[in-house]
């Protein structure tokens, strides 16, 4: 079973990019889904975005479509989200996690495999 590193996040200022990386331990099979959550203090876990590694099919949350864009390498072991235009009430701990068969990318309790979060912080 694969396990996920998760780096990237940081301090930035309202409108700047970041980007954030979701690293496999082993290869991600073509069935795998591989989804970004986030969870900001005294809010429930939220659905960022997902990509679907066999088709490349990606998914984002209404907050994320248009500015946050998920990717694929082609070696089989990351997914990069890369954020624009980020706002403050984008502040969260942003987590990567896999699911070993086809789900709908949206629901947390569908992933087998989470990666420890990292901190994102979005100043005004």
């Known amino acids: 079973q694969v396990q996920l590193a998760v780096s990237g996040g940081g301090l930035v200022q309202a409108g700047d990019s970041l980007r954030l990386s979701c690293t496999a331990s082993g290869r991600i099979l073509n069935y795998y889904t591989i989804g970004w959550f986030r969870q900001a203090p005294g809010k429930e876990r939220e659905f960022v975005a997902a990509i679907k590694w066999g088709t490349g099919d990606t998914y984002y949350s209404p907050s994320a479509k248009g500015r946050f864009t998920i990717s694929k390498d082609n070696a089989g072991k990351m997914v990069n989200l890369q954020m624009s235009s980020l706002k403050p009430e984008d502040t969260a701990v942003y987590s990567c996690?896999?699911?070993?068969?086809?789900?709908?990318?949206?629901?947390?309790?569908?992933?087998?495999?989470w990666g420890r979060g990292t901190q994102v912080t979005v100043s005004a």
């Open positions: 996690a896999a699911a070993v068969q086809d789900i709908r990318p949206q629901l947390h309790y569908s992933y087998d495999i």
